[in-house]
């Protein structure tokens, strides 16, 4: 059923229009559809994952060894992608939390009259997952005329916590390929070659997520433009913010959160580092900031069988706006945007009646202090700009 629907989805909606192309391009850029996984995904392990995952991010800056840890996989929570490599076809998780791109978890790779095998070995490993194979290079297209010859991918012959995909396609800064591939040092992303290619003219990518509504579980027609931003999908304009200076955020999308209140409170006044990420499902403060933020919603709790933070009604009526000051501007998550909408607190694990709140404690942070996933980036348009080293942010349409 997920497959079919991206099929189609994938085949009506290539090339939508509104795409705003860098001023100087030459080349436009190329909007590719991509979609939430899975029609009932296990959302009971949406915090377990994200938990995993943070961990092996946060574990970055103590272990700069050659066998790099990257991020856990929320493979049931994640957007996918349509990619073909050579002549296959292949469902990718979209990971800004990582940078190399890979194949053959599910469909088997089949190297054909376009690949090369480079002889190198690659390994990867992902908080609650891992891939180990043989690297190659094929022509890797994501929309119909939009093809990277050459792209280094890795094939899998093993991997462990990919159930239902078959790889990732990595949209991290390729820092983060170092070490993975043997007799290699950085390995170009797809996003590096597209532009090397003159297939766009800046290296940048605008991700729109399409947010769930009523109690579905799969949503269709979330977005990513390679080389540009879609102003179709945002308003008003996007806020810039250099990558943060602090480790380990800054060895990802990171940036600094200059203030977080609740309401009128506030509940952290100093500048803090963390991650824009579309690989973890929900958003995560650190424990002093995220104790702070609950201490003025009477009686939460942490729910055993969600794992989020459990709202009891009395104060659920009397919930105020999270508001986050990024780059100078305030961007607000209201009660609506930061608790899960009633419809899907049973497939969340959750009893009809309670309000569980999609904000998070990350733990003790330590230079990776927020994580702001999939439920932040539902309703804000994100930009990851290698070119100027900075992320952009603004209201979805
Ligand atoms: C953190 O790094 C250490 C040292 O490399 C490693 O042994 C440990 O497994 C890592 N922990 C996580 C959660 O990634
Ligand atoms: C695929 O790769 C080959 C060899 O690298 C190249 O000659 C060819 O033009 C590529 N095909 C497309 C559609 O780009
Ligand atoms: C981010 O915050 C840190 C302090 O947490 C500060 O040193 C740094 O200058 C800020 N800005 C950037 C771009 O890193």
Do not use: C
Request: charged share 15%; proline share 4%.
């Amino acid at each position: 059923m997920a497959r079919l629907a991206v099929a189609i989805a994938l085949a009506a909606a290539l090339f939508g229009t509104g795409i705003a192309a860098p001023a100087n391009a030459g080349q436009a850029a190329v909007n590719i559809p991509f979609h939430r996984y899975k029609a009932s995904p296990n959302w009971k392990q949406a915090v377990t994952s994200d938990k995993s995952r943070a961990l092996h991010l946060s574990n970055k800056s103590k272990t700069e060894s050659a066998a790099a840890s990257f991020p856990a996989i929320n493979e049931d929570f994640s957007y996918i992608s349509q990619v073909t490599v050579g002549t296959q076809t292949f469902d990718l998780i979209v990971d800004t939390g990582s940078s190399n791109t890979w194949v053959g978890a599910g469909t088997k790779y089949k190297a054909g009259s376009t690949s090369k095998n480079t002889g190198d070995s690659v390994s990867v490993s992902y908080g609650s997952g891992s891939f180990s194979g043989e690297e190659y290079t094929d022509n890797v297209s994501l929309g119909s005329g939009f093809t990277i010859k050459s792209q280094s991918v890795g094939v899998a012959s093993s991997a462990t916590g990919f159930s239902g995909v078959d790889g990732i396609i990595g949209f991290g800064p390729d820092d983060l390929t170092e070490g993975t591939v043997s007799n290699t040092n950085v390995v170009p992303t797809i996003v590096d070659n597209a532009y090397t290619q003159g297939l766009i003219s800046s290296k940048v990518l605008g991700v729109y997520f399409d947010p769930l509504s009523g109690s579905e579980t799969t949503a269709a027609n979330g977005e990513l433009t390679l080389g540009g931003v879609d102003s179709s999908k945002y308003s008003g304009s996007i806020t810039y913010t250099p990558i943060t200076s602090t480790s380990p955020a800054s060895e990802y999308w990171g940036i600094n959160i200059s203030k977080i209140a609740y309401g009128t409170t506030s509940v952290s006044s100093s500048s803090l580092p963390g991650i824009v990420d579309t690989g973890t499902t929900l958003i995560y403060f650190q424990t002093s900031t995220y104790k702070a933020l609950y201490k003025n919603v009477p009686g939460y709790s942490v729910d055993s069988n969600t794992g989020l933070v459990k709202i009891p009604a009395s104060s659920y009526s009397k919930l105020k706006n999270v508001v986050l000051t990024i780059g100078g501007t305030a961007f607000t998550l209201t009660p609506a945007q930061y608790i899960l909408p009633q419809a899907q607190v049973a497939a969340w694990g959750g009893v009809a009646g309670n309000y569980y709140s999609l904000i998070g404690d990350l733990g003790t942070g330590d230079g990776l202090d927020f994580i702001l996933g999939q439920k932040f980036l539902e309703n804000y348009y994100s930009v990851f700009d290698t070119t100027n080293h900075r992320v952009g942010l603004a209201t979805r349409t």
